[in-house]
């Protein structure tokens, strides 16, 4: 036998042929086959798998073949350029986008296909589990690779698996032509980000046409209203493809949790125990009409905040505080009037300072005879840093000591619907009846805390793990400093019911309705406290029965 020597040159050569040609033939072979068949996933037809259930139970029925209307099933089949797969929470969205990505792989060789979701996390959370599951398609020769987070296919197709939080990443980090982008979660992206990956990205590439894209959804989230515009309210609710002003065609898939027959109890047992109506709609009927994914949907502009006015200062103050340094640190000042309403009247917001200039800013903030009774902060500041002190001895060492606001199990929540039953409307306080209102909320806002305002306003539901929790990824940290505070301060307002009319009383304090009094504040009657004057209302000369209400102008 001779051997044969090649030269190095040749025999690099030979080896770049012989690979050619195994890709060649594992392209060929994949092209045939049926990606689905090979991992075990057949697109959820409902009464084919209720009917193969019946029948393992041991009743004679025959299963049907797939009828081709349940939801999976049109999405699998959609062949318009961008395809939203959306509603309910539970109805196999995720997983059949997953599917989606790897029977493309196989049936376009050498396409590009990205998917994305808002977050890191999010990402690791829900699409490499599912991944997972099917072994990264190793079925299918699917190679996962964890630091390009891509997985490869032997006919040199690629899924990228990407995130996207800010309009930024949308331009910077998706580098290259993709044919095929998939979206979970289309909702929680910054609005536009979606539309300028596909602008900017989607194009063909050796001969592999575009398919455009598709996306999975919850309704609620930083885009629902651009979503709920381009995708349900355009087509009917799904009822018809639209073709948009690019010559585009554009499809809606309504999703309901009741679509998948793979849920068991417990999961429509927790969608009905939604309390929130709008969202139950929409998380369980997939309804996109009421929900906009906003926790406090009760907060008014006009009614929750008001421009300050100087409070008395014999009511007791008290702060919540919530650390940051990277991200935002909170502080917001509470008094609590004679009724245990709560006024929020000063805010601190914001990231990179340190410990101690942080107790240095809070001091600073508060007036010469401001007295804090108890400033409740993020159990967190009590942690241990290897050597450094806890936070909250450096703050105690600077002037401001604290107190622990008392995490746990569920205080998130139970914090949340403090804020709940703070933002209900009670009989209204002295001040706002001068105004001629007849109820005010128990919380009052001035608006001077824009930021507090600005969270309470846009915090958005959670879209996994607790439904009842807040989205942890939203800026939250004035929210939680609030919820520090009004957990401690206990359930709220006891009303003193009032018999006399509201109008009346502005009438006769001289003050015209809904005007706001500055440095007048209408209060209880009570001991003046020094360096307040007082106004109409009193107890007067001519009328020895005291009134229930005084005006009081600050010093
Ligand atoms: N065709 C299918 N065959 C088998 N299991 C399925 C099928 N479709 C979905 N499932 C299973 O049902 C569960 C819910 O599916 P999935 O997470 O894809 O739903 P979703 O609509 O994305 O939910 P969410 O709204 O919570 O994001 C998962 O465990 C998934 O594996
Ligand atoms: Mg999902
Ligand atoms: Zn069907
Ligand atoms: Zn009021």
Same mark, same amino acid.
């Given at each position: 036998?001779?051997?044969?020597?090649?030269?190095?040159?040749?025999?690099?050569? @030979?080896?770049?042929?012989?690979?050619?040609?195994? =890709?060649?033939?594992?392209?060929?072979?994949?092209?045939?086959?049926?990606? !689905?068949?090979?991992?075990?996933?057949?697109?959820?037809?409902?009464?084919?798998?209720?009917?193969?259930?019946?029948?393992?139970?041991?009743?004679?029925?025959?299963?049907?073949?797939?009828?081709?209307?349940?939801?999976?099933?049109?999405?699998?089949?959609?062949?318009?350029?961008?395809?939203?797969?959306?509603?309910?929470?539970?109805?196999?969205?995720?997983?059949?986008?997953?599917?989606?990505?790897?029977?493309?792989? *196989?049936?376009?060789?050498?396409?590009?296909?990205?998917?994305?979701? @808002?977050?890191?996390? =999010?990402?690791?959370?829900?699409?490499?589990?599912?991944?997972?599951?099917?072994?990264?398609?190793?079925?299918?020769?699917?190679?996962?690779?964890?630091?390009?987070?891509?997985?490869?296919?032997?006919?040199?197709?690629?899924?990228?698996? @990407?995130?996207?939080?800010?309009?930024?990443?949308? $331009?910077?980090?998706?580098?290259?032509?993709?044919?095929?982008?998939?979206?979970?979660?289309?909702?929680?992206?910054?609005?536009?980000?979606?539309?300028?990956?596909?602008? =900017?990205?989607?194009? &063909?590439?050796?001969?592999?046409?575009?398919?455009?894209?598709?996306?999975?959804?919850?309704?609620?989230?930083?885009?629902?209203?651009?979503?709920?515009?381009?995708?349900?309210?355009?087509?009917?609710?799904?009822?018809?493809?639209?073709?948009?002003?690019?010559?585009?065609? @554009?499809? !809606?898939?309504?999703?309901?949790?009741?679509?998948?027959?793979?849920?068991?109890?417990?999961?429509?047992?927790?969608?009905?125990? *939604?309390?929130?109506?709008?969202?139950?709609?929409?998380?369980?009927?997939?309804?996109?009409?009421?929900?906009?994914?906003?926790?406090?949907?009760?907060?008014?502009?006009?009614?929750?905040?008001?421009?300050?006015?100087?409070?008395?200062?014999?009511?007791?103050?008290?702060?919540? +505080?919530?650390?940051?340094? /990277?991200?935002?640190?909170?502080?917001?000042?509470?008094?609590?009037?004679?009724?245990?309403?709560?006024?929020?009247?000063?805010? *601190?917001?914001?990231?990179?300072?340190?410990?101690?200039?942080?107790?240095?800013? *809070?001091?600073?903030?508060?007036?010469?005879?401001?007295?804090?009774?108890?400033?409740?902060?993020?159990?967190?500041?009590?942690?241990?840093?290897?050597?450094?002190?806890?936070?909250?001895?450096?703050?105690?060492?600077?002037?401001?000591?604290?107190?622990?606001?008392?995490?746990?199990?569920? $205080?998130?929540?139970?914090?949340?619907?403090?804020?709940?039953?703070?933002?209900?409307?009670?009989?209204?306080?002295?001040?706002?009846?001068?105004?001629?209102?007849?109820?005010?909320?128990?919380?009052?806002?001035?608006?001077?805390?824009?930021?507090?305002?600005?969270?309470?306003?846009?915090?958005?539901?959670?879209?996994?793990?607790?439904?009842?929790?807040?989205?942890?990824?939203?800026?939250?940290?004035?929210?939680?400093?609030?919820?520090?505070?009004?957990?401690?301060?206990?359930?709220?307002?006891?009303?003193? +019911?009032?018999?006399?009319?509201?109008?009346?009383?502005?009438?006769?304090?001289?003050?015209?309705?809904?005007?706001?009094?500055?440095?007048?504040?209408?209060?209880?009657?009570? =001991?003046? /406290?020094?360096?307040?004057?007082?106004?109409?209302?009193?107890?007067?000369?001519?009328?020895?029965?005291?009134?229930?209400?005084?005006?009081?102008? &600050?010093?």
């Amino acid at each position: 036998m001779t051997a044969i020597i090649l030269a190095p040159a040749e025999k690099l050569q @030979r080896l770049r042929e012989l690979r050619a040609r195994k =890709e060649a033939q594992e392209t060929e072979r994949l092209r045939n086959v049926d990606a !689905f068949a090979v991992l075990g996933y057949e697109p959820t037809c409902k009464p084919r798998v209720l009917a193969r259930e019946a029948r393992d139970r041991g009743e004679d029925v025959e299963v049907p073949e797939p009828c081709g209307n349940c939801p999976q099933e049109r999405f699998h089949a959609a062949t318009e350029d961008s395809v939203l797969y959306g509603g309910a929470a539970g109805g196999g969205k995720t997983l059949s986008l997953i599917m989606e990505g790897v029977r493309a792989s *196989i049936r376009h060789p050498g396409i590009r296909v990205l998917i994305l979701r @808002r977050s890191y996390d =999010e990402l690791a959370e829900s699409i490499y589990p599912e991944f997972q599951r099917i072994s990264w398609a190793s079925a299918l020769g699917g190679r996962w690779n964890k630091t390009e987070k891509e997985i490869t296919f032997p006919n040199r197709s690629v899924i990228r698996l @990407r995130y996207m939080e800010s309009l930024d990443d949308a $331009s910077r980090r998706q580098g290259g032509a993709y044919q095929l982008l998939l979206v979970d979660e289309l909702t929680l992206m910054p609005p536009g980000a979606v539309d300028v990956i596909a602008l =900017e990205r989607l194009r &063909s590439a050796h001969g592999v046409p575009v398919l455009g894209i598709r996306a999975a959804s919850n309704p609620g989230g930083a885009s629902h209203g651009e979503v709920r515009a381009a995708y349900i309210d355009a087509t009917d609710e799904g009822q018809k493809v639209i073709t948009d002003e690019h010559g585009l065609t @554009r499809r !809606f898939i309504p999703a309901r949790a009741t679509d998948n027959p793979y849920l068991d109890e417990a999961y429509y047992r927790r969608l009905d125990s *939604i309390s929130d109506p709008a969202r139950r709609a929409a998380m369980r009927d997939g309804d996109w009409g009421q929900f906009s994914g906003q926790m406090f949907t009760q907060y008014r502009f006009d009614r929750h905040t008001m421009d300050p006015v100087t409070l008395p200062p014999e009511w007791s103050r008290y702060n919540g +505080i919530d650390w940051g340094f /990277a991200k935002p640190w909170a502080v917001l000042w509470g008094a609590v009037d004679e009724d245990g309403r709560v006024w929020i009247y000063r805010e *601190i917001y914001e990231a990179q300072v340190g410990e101690t200039e942080q107790a240095a800013r *809070i001091l600073a903030a508060e007036a010469g005879d401001e007295h804090v009774s108890v400033r409740w902060a993020d159990d967190a500041m009590w942690a241990t840093r290897g050597d450094a002190k806890p936070i909250s001895d450096v703050y105690a060492e600077n002037g401001v000591p604290l107190t622990e606001a008392g995490k746990g199990q569920g $205080s998130r929540v139970a914090g949340w619907q403090r804020w709940h039953s703070y933002l209900a409307e009670g009989p209204a306080c002295p001040h706002h009846r001068a105004q001629g209102w007849e109820s005010c909320p128990k919380i009052h806002i001035f608006r001077t805390c824009e930021k507090l305002i600005f969270e309470l306003k846009n915090l958005p539901y959670a879209k996994t793990g607790n439904p009842e929790d807040a989205d942890t990824k939203a800026h939250d940290h004035a929210m939680d400093a609030g919820r520090y505070l009004l957990i401690n301060l206990g359930t709220g307002p006891e009303f003193t +019911i009032l018999d006399t009319r509201p109008v009346p009383l502005a009438d006769e304090l001289g003050i015209p309705p809904y005007q706001p009094l500055g440095s007048q504040m209408v209060v209880r009657q009570q =001991e003046a /406290a020094e360096g307040w004057s007082w106004a109409d209302g009193g107890a007067s000369e001519e009328d020895d029965e005291p009134k229930p209400w005084m005006v009081r102008t &600050s010093p």
